[in-house]
């Protein structure tokens, strides 16, 4: 047989051995310092030219429960990012904040409320949930960037397109790879510089910012969160997994995919430098292209190793009856909680 299915399976498997034998010879802290040394580097932290940030508000609108706020901010490489802030009615003093990091679809405004128009979305919500919607009615700021490769933030030629829902994912990310970039890695760095935006305001509680992504935001939210100790809780909706179980298993987006990541670690291990940060996983049993049976070996390897941290309270899961969509449900009170928690100083 001529295809390379053989070879393949062999060259992860010795990845595989070659990690477990490096393992043995590190103490655990070691082990974790090379995990977060090689996420660094495939994603560039600190690599790309930072820019001024220079917020402008574009517009600010009062709906019944909440006001919502629509900025401007730099990030890196000369790129601006719009974003929209949800703010609790009626909050008095600095507040817990989350950033809302959408997946594939058309952008910050599908988890907003919002249809791809702008126009305000009454009806029944889609997979992704209006999950921004869900945090700020529990009281969070929700800043809700638009993820470069969406919605407004696509290539010129896909918005002439003006194909809903289509992103700019695979030619973004051919292009920045002829350059040593990766989109993982822009898009990680542009979260980092939401969060710094996040901690310049006066009503943002800098003590009490978690993240919650889903799909290809949960990708986003589970790297920010690992690099980036501000972040002080994730919820990481239809995404913990295996590499080998999911974007190894069947066809899945380019930008799910992190330069030289099986040299250093598996899936399960580049979440686990969350812990022993509060941490939720969603999963819908019936995910397609994250399945559950390797959501659960993920749920596995992160249970024993909040254990061995003694912060297994600051796990939690969740895998319920559904595809690849947001299930909020418990999701929603614990981080609510695990805020209220870092609110206590516990």
């Not at 006001?67 to 003093?93: D, Q």
């Not at 929700?142 to 993820?147: A, F, G, H, R, T």
């Not at 069947?250 to 330069?259: A, E, F, G, K, Q």
């Not at 996983?281 to 399945?291: E, H, L, R, T, Y």
Request: net charge negative; charged share 25%.
């Amino acid at each position: 047989m001529w295809n390379p299915d053989a070879v393949m399976e062999k060259l992860y498997h010795s990845y595989e051995q070659k990690r477990q034998e490096q393992q043995r010879q590190e103490t655990a802290g070691q082990t974790r310092d090379r995990l977060k040394q090689g996420l660094a580097d495939s994603l560039q932290i600190g690599m790309l030219k930072e820019d001024e940030p220079l917020p402008v508000l574009l517009e600010r609108i009062e709906r019944e429960d909440h006001i919502r706020e629509r900025i401007e901010f730099g990030t890196v490489l000369g790129f601006r990012v719009p974003a929209y802030v949800l703010i609790p009615r009626g909050k008095k003093g600095p507040s817990a904040a989350v950033l809302a990091l959408h997946g594939h679809g058309y952008g910050s405004r599908q988890i907003a409320g919002m249809h791809p128009d702008g126009s305000e979305n009454t009806g029944e919500p889609d997979s992704h949930g209006n999950y921004a919607l869900e945090l700020v009615r529990r009281g969070f700021i929700v800043m809700v960037p638009e993820i470069i490769g969406f919605g407004d933030r696509r290539l010129a030629v896909d918005l002439k397109e003006g194909k809903v829902g289509s992103s700019s994912c695979q030619a973004l990310a051919s292009h920045l790879l002829l350059y040593g970039i990766s989109l993982a890695g822009l898009r990680v760095q542009e979260a980092q510089r939401a969060i710094d935006y996040m901690l310049s305001r006066d009503d943002v509680d800098g003590g009490r910012v978690g993240c919650f992504g889903f799909s290809g935001g949960a990708l986003i939210a589970s790297y920010t969160a690992a690099m980036d100790e501000r972040v002080k809780a994730a919820v990481l909706c239809a995404f913990a997994n295996t590499f080998k179980g999911s974007i190894m298993h069947v066809r899945h987006c380019i930008d799910n995919y992190l330069p030289g990541a099986l040299a250093y670690g598996e899936l399960p291990e580049l979440m686990g430098l969350i812990a022993p940060r509060p941490l939720f996983i969603a999963s819908g049993k019936q995910d397609p292209i994250f399945p559950v049976a390797t959501a659960e070996v993920s749920i596995q390897y992160l249970q024993n190793l909040y254990t061995e941290a003694g912060a297994a309270e600051n796990l939690g899961f969740h895998l319920y009856e559904g595809k690849h969509e947001v299930n909020g449900s418990q999701a929603y009170p614990w981080l609510v909680k695990a805020m209220e928690r870092e609110l206590s100083g516990h």
